[in-house]
């Protein structure tokens, strides 16, 4: 199953594409500079997205190994907020 993320992420990212082809064509730095910005924020929602289905598939695959890592992680960060 892809997550959505990755979906909305790809779509942002081609738009940053458009918005900045654009405002190369009519010389607007400012609509450039909005179009790099969009192909930043949806490549790194598209990560975002391939990061969660990667984690789903883990854990699908290997519950036992997803629970460990949980556990060490709150063990972790139960260890570091003690000791303030």
């Not at 500079?33 to 883990?58: C, H, I, N, P, S």
């Amino acid at each position: 199953m892809v997550d959505t993320n990755r979906i909305e992420g790809a779509a942002e990212d081609t738009v940053g594409k458009l918005q900045d082809g654009m405002g190369g064509l009519l010389g607007d730095g400012a609509m450039q500079a909005r179009g790099k910005a969009r192909q930043v924020a949806g490549q790194a929602q598209g990560f975002y997205g391939e990061t969660l289905d990667t984690m789903r598939d883990l854990t699908a695959d290997q519950p036992i190994l997803a629970l460990l890592a949980a556990s060490l992680l709150g063990f972790i960060l139960g260890a570091l907020f003690a000791r303030r």
